[in-house]
T-cell receptor, first 111, second 111 residues
């Protein structure tokens, strides 16, 4: 089993739609969680950190379920500019750190 | 713009050669991580330097090595290049091993 898995995608949604991405991780010792977005041939950009209580930033909502070891990202009122690959990231922060990116889920928002 | 810079932007090397990639971290950051990203995949964690010490490593062989300098800039060295080393190499900086901000990457082609 891969350490971090994401919905395989691609997701093709119309403008204005709500879309949800899921991510699961295998190591229960994982401590920090993030969502990044990556545009084609560009570097990943931090979208939001994911907190245990859940957090919202405008149209974006992130949730963490430690018991089930999954993270979700909800995008409401999708815009054309939301088209990108969304990467789930898990951080194991011990005496020797490890950062694990998921394979990414591609989103295309269609006019 | 994150303030993380990488050089060079593109590089072509021959199998068996050695390469050094450079990264300048964002002002105030003390941690640098390096990633390899093949086309269509998520970034793979190579290693991380925190206050000039390696404090994290992914599943990469010893021919991938690095350094972090007192100003927190960093180098990634790859010896005995193989064709499969062709990829985008990303550097990310953070403060105290938390939220990471990526540079634009170095695209390495090994022929």
């Amino acid at each position: 089993r891969k350490e971090v898995e994401q919905d395989p995608g691609p997701f093709n949604v119309p403008e204005g739609a709500t879309v949800a991405f899921n991510c699961t991780y295998s190591n229960s010792a994982s401590q920090s969680f993030f969502w990044y977005r990556q545009d084609c041939r560009k570097e990943p950009k931090l979208l939001m950190s994911v907190y245990s209580s859940g957090n919202e930033d405008g149209r974006f909502t992130a949730q963490l379920n430690r018991a089930s070891q999954y993270i979700s990202l909800l995008i409401r009122d999708s815009k054309l500019s939301d088209s990108a690959t969304y990467l789930c990231v898990v951080f194991l922060k011990t005496s020797y750190d490890k950062v694990i990116f998921g394979p990414g889920t591609s989103l295309s928002v269609i006019p | 713009e994150t303030g993380v810079t990488q050089s060079p932007t593109h590089l072509i090397k021959t199998r068996g050669q050695q390469v050094t990639l450079r990264c300048s971290s964002q002002s105030g950051h003390n941690t640098v991580s390096w990633y390899q990203q093949a086309l269509g995949q998520g970034p793979q964690f190579i290693f991380q330097y925190y206050r000039e010490e390696e404090n994290g490593r992914g599943n990469f062989p010893p021919r991938f090595s690095g350094l972090q300098f007192p100003n927190y800039s960093s180098e990634l060295n790859v010896n005995a290049l193989e064709l499969d080393d062709s990829a985008l190499y990303l550097c990310a900086s953070s403060f105290d091993r938390y939220e990471q901000y990526f540079g634009p990457g170095t695209r390495l082609t090994v022929t």
